[in-house]
């Protein structure tokens, strides 16, 4: 195998190892922040020998919590929700399922995903330059990240190097956009129309408009810091700034200008994150279900209107931020507006089980799981989209709550249900269905057990980026939730070691696999020799009185 | 080819963007208090934009009449664009406006700096191809030039 391969199945898997290698780094460091949240005292002697001056003696400080906490963060949004559904399935299985030989710039795709991998390697490197990495979390607030060195070790390289990170990711972004969106619109092969598209491709195309338009911003953002960091300007910082009791050198910027424009881009972000997974569970559930999609239409129409809206709403992150009463009403009116395309989604996936003859493989399962994460996380949602609400709950552990659920755990979800579906078409081998079954289970029961007591804890008024709560007499009875907290999240990321281990006994030894053993309809299930002129549309299940039960889109 | 049309539409999108951010980044800056200072703007900057959209008809003549000669005049008024930038800068720091003196220069040289990579990219596209879609670019980069010299007369 080629390294520096233009293959765009070589590409794709290159995106998912990157996020498979992105996503267990993720968990060790969660898994390590969890420990110390509910053992903040612990000695551990290997702490010491990675962190030298983060755990002198193996007591890890709250700065060194911090980084683990910001690389956790900038990991799992950046490199591992924006970038296996889209980079990894995307550039794998849309040419196939559009019945184009290949994405319209096979050198750009090339070129992305090496930039995103440059990207990751600058983002570790945070880790062994000194200082360590970054103490800002995902969103990196100036002006304690536009200071340097001063506000924190971490602040000084370490966040150079997040910056330059995230720069690269918007840069690799913006060609992957590029590229998806011209396959989609000039690549299609014949009879495949816009409207005969698989849910997946139109879940692609969104995110790639969207990713067109908000990676910029961010990419500027990231280059007004690193001027503040580096050349003295002061777009982001105050005057009579006093940090570390040393007055800073700036004066006039302001740090909300930050704000408005991270979270232009933040917005949006989040549903880069999870549009390709509702394409995925769209399919995958139509496809298990034995049944055509429930209002095809309406499912593509509400996903634009959530791109749409999405670029309305970045004030929600902002409530306390402190802005004009009536800005707040008018984002909060946006925010809670966007329930609605959800809503139709939601309904969209019950009609489309609803009174079908469902077979519950692991990648239904996954599927299913999405739509119970998905409503769980969005119900939070609608409390945090009001101010009045949102001023107490915000920076709290249910804001965390929030979005892992409905986002990190949605998004998940989606990648396994992909992973389970398609595994047949990228490797030949069938994965075991049993193993599958047990990790969906112990998955969707330990997700719950990790993020629901985190509303709790939210709602006691935890607040979140906090490496130790013992000093907080308010949170003295909480230590229980804390404790089901981490010994939740233990016991899930044991059960993924489930996953690899079927995953690379799957791929190595697996009983092999007919061509389209979920009988399903689209293009990537046909034979390579077969033409791929699309006669139907790319849901056709259970038509009365055929004795095959579905259609395949290139069928006479 | 239908692709490349449609991905340098997007480019263009997409650089918009960029600017577009930098653009609202720059009217809040401006907003915020009094210590927004006008730049010293000379001749030389309108000259610089007039020489930037002669090399953009050029480039325009040169592809409806299929002239070499032309489409080379106008990669020389590109360069030249360049290095009449850096004339600007050089005027600018004499005056005593670098980087960090004052949120209005560190836009200028920010933005115009952008700008200025985005042309470089652009000459090497036309040093290398013809393909009507390298004049759409050039096109692109001499209105967003247009737009932010009127974005810095305006924000003075
Ligand atoms: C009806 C739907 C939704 C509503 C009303 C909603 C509302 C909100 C609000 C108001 C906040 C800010 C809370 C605060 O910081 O105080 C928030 C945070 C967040 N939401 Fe949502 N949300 C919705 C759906 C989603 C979806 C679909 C995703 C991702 C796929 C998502 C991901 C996030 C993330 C990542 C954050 C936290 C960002 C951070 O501060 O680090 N939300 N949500
Ligand atoms: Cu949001």
Redesign the interface.
Known sequence: MKIFSTDHKVIGKQYLTLAFFSVALGIVLSLIMRFHLIRPDAKISWFATLWPVGATGGIMTPELYLSLMSIHGTLMVFFVLSTAPQGGFGNYFLPLQIGAPKM??PVLSMLSFWTTFLALMALLASFAVEGGAPLSGWTAYPPLSALGQVAGPGQGLGMDCWIVSIALFSIAS?MG???F??TI???RTEGMNLMRMPLTCWGWFVTAIIS??????L???G??LF?DRN?????FIPAGLVVSDQLQNH????PI?WQ??FW?FGHPEVYIAILPGMGIVSTVLSVFARKPVFGYRAMVYAMFSIAILGFFVWGHHMFISGMSPYSSIAFSLITLAVGVPSAIKTFNWLGTIWGGKIRFTTSMLFALGFVSVFVSGGLTGLFLGQPAIDLYFHDTYFVVGHFHMIMGVAAIFAIFSAMYFWFPKMYGRMMNDNLGQVHFYLTFIGVYAIFIPMHFLGILGAPRRYADFKELEFLAKSGILQRITTYSAYCTAAAQLLFFGSYFYAKWRGPLATINPWDATTLEWTEPSESNVVNHAPDVYSLPGEEKDFVMQSDQ | MQKSKTAVALLLIAIGMVFASLTSAMVVRRGLGGDWRALPFTALSLGNLLILMASSVALEFARRQKSSGLWWLSCCLGALFLMMQLLVWRDLMSAGFNVATNPSSSFFYLISGLHGTLVLGGLAALATTRAMVATWYWHGMSILWMYLMLLFQWMQ
């Open positions: 319209a710039f913006l956009a590029i590229n969106i011209t619109l000039d690549m067109l338009l908000a990676f910029g911003v990419l500027a953002a280059i007004l001027m050349l003295g300007t002061s777009f004066s006039g910027g302001s200008l408005h424009l232009f």
